[in-house]
């Protein structure tokens, strides 16, 4: 700085103090952060997932699948997030895509939430020559590639930042356990829509920007399966959570990165659902990028209402595989072969000052990711399903009670659920 040879000594400490750049009160927070994205759409036609019905291989591209990833980093501690466009970690690829980035960037299980946004219109994983498409074998060994690869840039992009929360709503999410009653009065839990039951219709924005202002990520966590193209369809796409990605970063520019998670949704369905080869003749299907749009337009909408963003200094994280009961063996539905015991769920947690994430390696029926939001020490909470591992259904204690194909496609015993919401709340406290 240049200074005037006649100001006076208290004049010029004022002056500077003043002058002090914006980039030095960034100094002050000793959080990092990095971010990248990568295609990952598939090149060859490949099997999908999500339906036992659809056999035969894919036909072509709605629109493209990314991987994106936000890593934070303070105080030799990290903390990466991985959204992928995929339906979830099954068929053992969890543990082996997971051990890779471990491994290969040195993290303790805790620094890594490897997440799928449970989108039913993308490619089946595979890692079992016995039970894999050779186009989906191919295609997870380039997907392990991709990720090492889009991990390696995000973590070599550090640079200070400082964030920002607010949530909105978004009304999509329908609660799909429809009760019916026949003339003789029996009652049955069908997938369907029930509009009286519980959603969590929390739009949870996250903003990770730089001192200066500079927008680096905007991450979102909304609560609905990936559904809306249905089991007839054979086109790859983001569904409903990737066309809301696509759409917030083509409004806010292809250098934010917009990663979304799936809250708990595992009886949460798209309020409209395609039927695939009605409304298709423009090249596009209406359904999923209308709710897409509905949702990115929401969270571009509580994205914009971010005036402040704050420092932290901190990153805290946990990992810890529960060993959860299982069925009992007079259920019906319970499986047979595996017999009494226990089954595993990943349990994530982290906290970056006053957000928390947890993530659990199942599908959660929505009523337990609300119930952890309530209890959390944090003021706002991404739950994150389908996070480090793919183990099923993960109903509510209450929903044993009246069935429906969440009960009886889960392992678990109706016990299960209130251990999950205990223990992520215990390891929170404890960060
Ligand atoms: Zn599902």
């Not at 595979?126 to 498409?133: K, M, N, S, T, Y």
């Not at 070599?156 to 909105?168: H, N």
């Not at 409209?272 to 969270?299: K, M």
């Not at 957000?355 to 659990?360: K, R």
Request: with cysteine.
């Amino acid at each position: 700085m240049k200074t005037h040879p006649s100001m006076p000594g208290s004049l010029l400490l004022v002056t500077f103090l003043l002058w002090t750049p914006p980039s030095l009160a960034a100094d002050t927070t000793g959080l990092k952060a990095g971010t990248a994205r990568i295609d990952i759409t598939p090149e060859k036609p490949v099997t999908m997932f999500g339906y036992d019905a659809r056999k035969d291989l894919s036909t072509g591209v709605h629109d493209p699948l990314s991987a994106r990833v936000l890593a934070f980093e303070a105080d030799g501690k990290r903390l990466v997030l991985v959204s992928t466009d995929l339906i979830g970690f099954y068929s053992g690829t969890a543990d082996y895509l997971r051990q890779a980035l471990l491994s290969e960037f040195r993290l303790q299980p805790s620094e890594l939430f490897l997440t799928a946004i449970h989108n039913h219109a993308g490619p089946a994983l595979a890692i079992d020559p016995q039970r894999g498409h050779a186009n989906n074998l191919e295609y997870t060994e380039k997907l392990k590639g991709k990720l090492i690869e889009v991990v390696r840039q995000a973590l070599g992009g550090l640079e200070p930042v400082r964030l920002g929360l607010a949530v909105g709503s978004c009304p999509i999410g329908v609660n799909r356990r429809e009760l019916r009653v026949n003339n003789r009065g029996e009652s049955s839990i069908v997938l369907g829509r029930n509009v009286y039951g519980p959603t969590d219709k929390e739009v949870l924005v996250l903003k990770v920007a730089t001192a200066e202002g500079k927008v680096k990520a905007v991450a979102f966590d909304y609560a609905t399966h990936g559904t809306c193209l249905g089991g007839r369809n054979y086109t790859i796409s983001g569904d409903v959570l990737g066309l809301a990605e696509q759409f917030v970063e083509k409004i806010l520019g292809s250098d934010v990165i917009v990663p979304a998670f799936a809250g708990a949704s595992g009886d949460i369905n798209p309020w409209l659902r395609a039927e695939t080869g009605f409304n298709t003749d423009s090249g596009w299907v209406p359904e999923p990028v209308l709710q897409g749009t509905f949702l990115g337009e929401e969270v571009v909408h509580v994205y914009r209402s971010i005036r402040q963003t704050g420092p932290a200094d901190k990153i805290g994280t946990a990992f810890v595989m529960l060993q959860l009961p299982v069925k009992p063996p007079e259920d019906p539905s319970a499986k047979k072969s595996e017999g009494p015991g226990t089954r595993p769920l990943n349990v994530t947690v982290a906290r970056l000052g006053d957000v928390a994430f947890v993530g659990l390696g199942a599908e959660v029926c929505t009523e337990i990711g609300m119930a952890i939001k309530a209890a959390s020490p944090c003021e706002h909470t991404f739950v994150i399903t389908h996070c480090n591992g793919a183990a099923s259904y993960l109903p509510t204690k209450e929903m044993y009670v009246q069935d429906g194909y969440e009960v009886k496609t889960s392992p678990f015993g109706p016990q299960a659920a209130d251990i999950v919401i205990r223990e992520s709340i215990r390891l929170l406290h404890g960060l």
